[in-house]
Antibody, heavy 118, light 110 residues
Framework: QVRLQESGPGLVKPSETLSLTCEVSGNSIISDNYWGWIRQPPGKGLEWIGSISHSGSSHYNPSLKSRITLSVDTSKNQFSLKLSSVTAADTAMYYC???????????WGQGTLVSVSS | QSALTQPASVSGSPGQSITISCTGTSSDVGGHNHVLWYQQHPGKAPKLIIYDVNNRPSGVPDRFSGSKSGNTASLAISGLQAEDEADYYCSSFTSSVTSVFGTGTRVTVL
């Protein structure tokens, strides 16, 4: 059974960098899948952030590209998201997910709520 | 990239059929067959229910079906059940090798 679990601070100050990690179990991160991040502001819809393969090949949402860094740690079977220069608009539930096919996110973490506030 | 357009809400009585539309452009929905649908219950992570326009992952009831015509994809739910009350999101691969989600549709079972 594939499981994903997000972890990271629940509160980030404006202008700082949001950092989240997704630990994967039940599936090697060096498999043929990509690994992605999706977020959802409170009461709003889903927004795709980006995805990365174990080799570091990555794709980003153009509207966030300048602020995103995705990385993979194969030794820990986990991948990470960094989002710089955050504002209140970045407050959201952040989900990590496995991309099991083209744009197909078939396994999701439970999500972690990140609030941006001073 | 702009979010795909979905109706804000759709409702139906138990046993009825409903359809949710998802309109994009030739750069996403209309450009290929990588269109997906997700179901999200309150407080839960989204769940994939349709991929590649009309394919269901294992365990998803055949009451759920997908289709596409031009730049518009559709999700049909037949034999509506109380447990189908949830938010539904379409998603598509894009010509820029990214993904985009729809605006979301709340389904209410009357």
């Amino acid at each position: 059974q594939v499981r994903l679990q997000e972890s990271g601070p629940g509160l980030v100050k404006p202008s700082e960098t949001l950092s989240l990690t997704c630990e994967v179990s039940g599936n090697s991160i060096i498999s043929d899948n990509y690994w992605g991040w999706i977020r959802q502001p409170p009461g709003k819809g889903l927004e795709w952030i980006g995805s990365i393969s174990h080799s570091g090949s990555s794709h980003y949402n153009p509207s966030l590209k300048s602020r995103i860094t995705l990385s993979v740690d194969t030794s820990k079977n986990q991948f990470s998201l960094k989002l710089s220069s955050v504002t209140a608009a970045d407050t959201a539930m952040y989900y990590c997910a496995r991309r099991g096919g083209i744009s197909r996110y078939d396994y999701w973490g439970q999500g972690t709520l990140v609030s941006v506030s001073s | 990239q702009s979010a795909l357009t979905q109706p804000a809400s759709v409702s139906g009585s138990p046993g009825q059929s409903i359809t949710i539309s998802c309109t994009g452009t030739s750069s996403d929905v209309g450009g290929h067959n990588h269109v997906l649908w997700y179901q999200q219950h309150p407080g839960k992570a989204p769940k994939l229910i349709i991929y590649d326009v009309n394919n269901r992952p294992s365990g998803v009831p055949d009451r759920f079906s997908g289709s596409k015509s031009g730049n518009t994809a559709s999700l049909a739910i037949s034999g509506l059940q109380a447990e189908d009350e949830a938010d539904y999101y379409c998603s598509s691969f894009t010509s820029s090798v990214t993904s985009v989600f729809g605006t979301g549709t709340r389904v209410t079972v009357l």
